[in-house]
């Protein structure tokens, strides 16, 4: 009796044991870590870099890839500042090189713990705050079967009959582009620039894929986009008849970034996710998905890269366009709305 009596309190005990190391388990899959990422919805979408990089990176860190996606990089930084110490985010991704000092100065972002010491020396970045992960030029896109001669400056763009269509400098990176390279071309002259572009806009969208989805449409003879634009065509759609075109006054370029949130308490993850963005197995995939150029050398290109543009760089520092932000913003409105 006495041994059947140990049996049952040895079985019982084994039982109790294995219901507890369940719950533990249960209770470990619970607490998986989350990162949170705004972004942009192009980088997000089924055939943006999004899909893939959360998950080759879920398998890497045993975590959960959170991305919160909003219409543009402008957007990003709005709603982080808006949101402030409440914010969800331990990672903005799609800010840009005429962002970073504005994120920086409202105090939206912290400093990262990673080597960015084998990105391309073109380059030539060294800020412990902000990790690029994609750079490119900003390109008005045509089709070729349309339009047989393509304006060669963005003087002859404006005072042509093309029907345009751009992005608000306000919400969106590219808008903001085109911002930057009104000012660098014309000077205190560009307001009035502006004016004669608004004569024969067809319209200026809140983001991105809106302006390049209803140019697609047949909406425009030109769209604000990017000098890899037509890339994606060749690759994705066998197009070639997608062309950038390349302005005698030169483009402006854009760097986009990442950058840890202020507020997050997850700067370990954050850091192992911003290394894990210029790792040679990322920036393999985001260029022929988020259609941009690689940040490090040794990335595999296809073919159709070969084929770009190659514009001359004009523009201004990071330093300035945080300064002079707020006036261009005011001068784009007043002048572009009459």
């Known amino acids: 009796m006495k041994t059947d009596l140990t049996r049952k309190n040895l079985t ?12 533990a388990s249960l209770q470990v899959q619970a607490a998986k870590s989350e990162l949170n990422i705004y972004t942009y919805d192009s980088f997000v979408s089924e055939w943006g870099p999004g899909p893939q990089l959360k998950n080759i990176f879920e398998a890497q860190c045993d975590c959960s890839l959170n ?27 799609g800010l840009d090189n005429a ?23 073109s380059l030539n970045w060294q800020d412990d705050t902000f990790v690029p992960f994609d750079y ?16 060669t400056s963005l003087a002859q763009l404006i005072h ?43 319209t200026v969208t809140k983001g991105w894929w809106e302006a390049y989805s209803m140019f697609l449409e047949g909406g425009s003879d030109y769209v604000l986009s990017y000098t890899t634009s037509p890339a994606y065509h060749v690759i994705a759609e066998e197009k070639t008849h997608y062309k950038a075109a390349l302005f005698d006054e030169g483009h402006v370029a854009q760097v986009e970034v990442a ?54 760089t004009i523009g201004f520092s990071p330093e300035v366009l945080a300064e002079k932000r707020s006036a261009w913003l005011r001068e784009w409105r007043q002048a572009a709305s009459r």
């Not at 970073?100 to 391309?120: K, Y």
């Open 12 to 23: 019982c005990r084994k039982v109790f044991i294995a219901i507890g190391l369940l719950f």
């Open 67 to 93: 991305f919160i996606a909003v219409e543009d990089g402008v957007s990003i930084l709005n709603r982080a500042r808006i949101e402030g110490k409440k914010t969800k985010a331990d990672v903005l991704l």
């Open 99 to 121: 962002l970073i000092e504005t994120a920086r100065q409202q105090a939206l972002v912290q400093p990262h713990s990673i080597d960015v010491g084998h990105l391309s020396p």
């Open 136 to 151: 490119g030029y900003f390109a008005f896109i045509y089709d070729s079967n349309k339009i047989k001669k393509p304006a």
């Open 160 to 202: 042509s009959d093309a029907q345009v269509i751009y992005q608000d400098p306000r919400t969106s990176t590219p808008g903001q582009g085109l911002m930057t390279w009104m000012k660098a071309v014309y000077g205190d002259q560009a307001a009035s620039q502006w004016q004669t572009l608004a004569s024969h806009t067809v």
């Open 259 to 312: 950058a840890i949130s202020r507020y997050s308490d997850k700067k370990e993850l954050a850091n192992q996710f911003l290394a894990f963005l210029i790792s040679p197995e990322a920036q393999s995939i985001i260029p022929v998905t988020n259609w941009m150029l690689p940040v490090i050398d040794n990335a595999e290109l296809p073919a159709a890269f070969d084929q770009l543009i190659e514009p001359k």
